[in-house]
């Protein structure tokens, strides 16, 4: 059995105030970045979900002081004893993270050496780290793949250089980043990804003393500095656990307002919503989700890099369209595999069929490729209790919205997955006058 047990008693609209915090996406990043000053870094609105548990973890066993005060939201992380990880230790706190890859460049400039383990993350494609490994040799890192995991050398120390990406890749161009402000030189990556949180990191390291521009064609330049300080800042707030707010009181025909919501990272999102017959109220302390009552609208979807419509936003909102009247279609250009959660909706009476091929919009790199990565949705459909367990992280969400909007009783397995990116998501269920009972 997959760790949490959760029965939700549905059909009943989530209606109340919810806050979000900082970005999950953002927020580790930002914890190893701190790796590469000199005195402590300061980062604040900081959530408590496990990738923070995990980093914390990671950076303490190299010799950082993690203080984190989970009320306030702060962590001070004091780096002036980094020191060398075992190998065993790190593969035992890596857990189910990706982050430990964004170490390398980091590690390599303090120690010399870097450990990568085996690494997890959600289950929604190869999720390959081929691009980070190469942007890490280009900058004259030593990569030796050992049983345990990945070893990394630099014996002539790293130098600035010019990469470009075969796709616009979040975790690679954090990669560069976090390399590349401490390399000898100038580094040039092209083909970057420019997403919020990419731009939140690019700030904390230039309050660490970093020079970094970033053009308008998705080419950012780097030139490298001997010394970082430590920053303070605070995190933007998650845009993914807004909208997954957002559909989920679409889906129930609730009303939520997310405090802490910022309109200006989620532009493309607030439009789709929009379209499909959701309506919102922005203010300066956050946003209000709600369904305005009448019909909802079928649409037309691709996701894509920002500025598009973000993968993760995807699977929340695919749960509200099985609610919409006529045929919407979802074109996921992001990961070849992100579909799987769609076989429990249907379960529960959705009407969801996938396709290998790219369907309303432009040809994407999956298209020849065999993978399931469009997905036509038939609405209005009533859907009902079921047991259904949690595939990844935004899956897994989705399911839990299904269950909530879902006429009966669902039982949901694997929740404790949902902790990795949902801080607190049993008390806000609870604050928004939802029925559900933890049973393991
Ligand atoms: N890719 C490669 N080789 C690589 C790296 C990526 O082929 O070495 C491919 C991936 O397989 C994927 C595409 O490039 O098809 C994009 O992946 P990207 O590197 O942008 O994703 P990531 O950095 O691993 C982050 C988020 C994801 C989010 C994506 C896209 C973190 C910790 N994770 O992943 O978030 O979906 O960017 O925005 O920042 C989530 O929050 O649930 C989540 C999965």
């Known amino acids: ?10 059909g009943r609209p989530l209606n109340g105030e919810i806050t979000v915090r900082g970005a999950k996406n953002l927020v580790p990043k930002a914890m190893v970045a701190a790796l590469l000053g000199t005195t402590p870094s300061v980062l604040g609105n900081v959530p408590l979900i496990r990738d923070v ?9 190299h010799g950082v002081q993690v203080d984190y005060d989970q009320a306030a939201g702060i962590l001070h992380l004091d780096p002036s004893r980094v020191e060398a990880a075992h190998v065993a230790d790190i593969d035992a706190h890596a857990g189910s993270s990706r982050i430990p890859i964004l170490f390398c460049g980091p590690l390599l400039h303090r120690l010399g050496e ?10 929604i494609g190869d999720r390959p780290i081929d691009f980070h490994l190469d942007i890490l040799r280009s900058f004259g890192a030593v990569v030796d793949k050992l ?16 990469i470009e990406l075969p796709y616009p890749s979040v975790g690679a161009t954090e ?6 402000v401490r390399a000898d030189g100038r580094t040039e990556l092209r083909g970057a990804a420019v997403e919020p949180e990419i731009m939140d990191l690019v700030d904390v390291l230039q309050k660490m003393g970093a020079i970094i521009s970033v053009d308008t064609d998705r080419t950012i330049h780097i030139e490298g500095v001997e010394e970082l300080a430590g920053y303070r800042h605070t995190a933007l707030p998650d845009r993914i656990e807004t909208a997954s707010w957002a559909s989920a009181a679409l889906a129930t025909g609730g009303d939520v307002f997310v405090h802490g919501a910022h309109q200006s990272h989620m532009t493309t999102f607030l439009n789709i919503f929009r379209k499909v017959g959701g309506a919102f109220d922005v203010r300066d302390d956050g946003i209000r989700f709600y369904h305005p009552g009448g019909d909802l609208r079928s649409i037309v979807v691709e996701t894509n890099v920002h500025p598009g419509f973000m993968t993760d936003w995807q699977q929340p909102l695919v749960v509200a369209l099985t609610q919409a009247d006529g045929v919407s279609i979802v074109h996921e250009t992001v990961y070849e595999n992100r579909f799987g959660f769609t076989k429990a909706l249907c379960k529960m009476g959705a009407a969801i069929q996938v396709y290998r091929e790219c369907l309303g919009g432009t040809a994407c790199r999956f298209g020849q490729r065999n ?11 009533p859907l009902r209790g079921a047991d259904i367990v949690v595939p990844d992280l ?9 269950a909530l909007a879902a006429q009966g009783t669902s039982r949901v397995e694997g929740i404790n997955l949902i902790d990795r990116g949902y801080e607190h998501f049993m008390s806000k269920l609870g604050s928004l006058d939802a029925k559900v009972t933890r049973l393991a």
């Open 53 to 61: 548990e995990v980093v914390s973890g990671l950076l303490t066993l």
């Open 1 to 10: 059995m997959v760790d949490g047990l959760l029965q939700v008693e549905g």
């Open 371 to 381: 993978f399931y990565h469009s997905a036509v949705i038939s609405g209005p459909t």
């Open 394 to 402: 935004r899956g897994g969400f989705s399911h839990l919205i299904a």
């Open 175 to 180: 990669q560069t980043l976090l390399t590349a």
């Open 147 to 162: 049983e345990a995991g990945i070893r990394l050398t630099a014996p002539d120390g790293l130098r600035g250089t010019v």
């Open 114 to 123: 870097a450990f990568i383990p085996d690494l997890g993350g959600c289950r």
